[in-house]
């Protein structure tokens, strides 16, 4: 498989659910539970300051600092991210898209990362490759909810 990764500045993908958009959007803007559908954030714990985790990529065992900014009026939340906690930047959203035709019973969930000015190509790769297995994690872990 060849994919073109490194080209891009920003990685979106997508599940549609079903689930109410509200139990997806709690879910996600728990930052207790990012840890179940994340691969960069395995085994997260609370890191001290407020509403801040740490948790460990599955690929090399580094750390990741991150917390949860939730926007209920827009539905989405933004994950800020960074190597250590005191600078983090928001890097990932979760948007939750409401289904109409349904009466409401089933939702599109979309994850979408920015590429950061110091992300070389390896590693911008590795984070597309990862949410493209996290969107599948993230869905299966909503339609539990179901």
């Given at each position: 498989?060849?994919?073109?990764?490194?080209d891009?500045?920003?990685?979106?993908?997508?599940?549609?659910?079903?689930?109410?958009?509200?139990?997806?959007?709690?879910?996600?803007?728990?930052?207790?539970?990012?840890?179940?559908?994340?691969?960069?954030?395995?085994?997260?714990?609370?890191?001290?300051?407020?509403?801040v985790?740490?948790?460990?990529?599955?690929?090399?065992?580094?750390?990741?600092?991150?917390?949860?900014?939730?926007?209920?009026?827009?539905?989405?939340?933004?994950?800020?991210?960074?190597?250590?906690?005191?600078?983090?930047?928001?890097?990932?959203?979760?948007?939750?898209?409401r289904?109409?035709?349904?009466?409401?019973?089933?939702c599109?969930?979309?994850?979408?990362?920015?590429?950061?000015?110091?992300m070389d190509d390896?590693?911008?790769?590795?984070?597309c490759?990862?949410?493209?297995?996290?969107i599948?994690l993230l869905?299966?872990r909503?339609?539990?909810?179901?």
């Amino acid at each position: 498989m060849t994919c073109r990764f490194a080209d891009l500045s920003n990685h979106t993908v997508s599940a549609t659910v079903p689930v109410a958009a509200e139990v997806a959007f709690s879910f996600v803007a728990d930052a207790g539970k990012v840890d179940t559908w994340t691969l960069g954030s395995m085994n997260a714990e609370p890191a001290g300051s407020e509403g801040v985790y740490k948790g460990r990529s599955i690929y090399d065992g580094g750390s990741t600092f991150f917390k949860a900014a939730p926007d209920p009026e827009r539905n989405v939340v933004d994950y800020l991210v960074g190597a250590d906690a005191a600078n983090l930047v928001k890097r990932i959203s979760v948007r939750i898209d409401r289904g109409a035709e349904d009466g409401g019973q089933r939702c599109t969930v979309t994850l979408s990362a920015d590429r950061a000015d110091d992300m070389d190509d390896a590693r911008w790769h590795r984070l597309c490759a990862f949410h493209e297995v996290e969107i599948l994690l993230l869905e299966a872990r909503l339609r539990a909810l179901a």
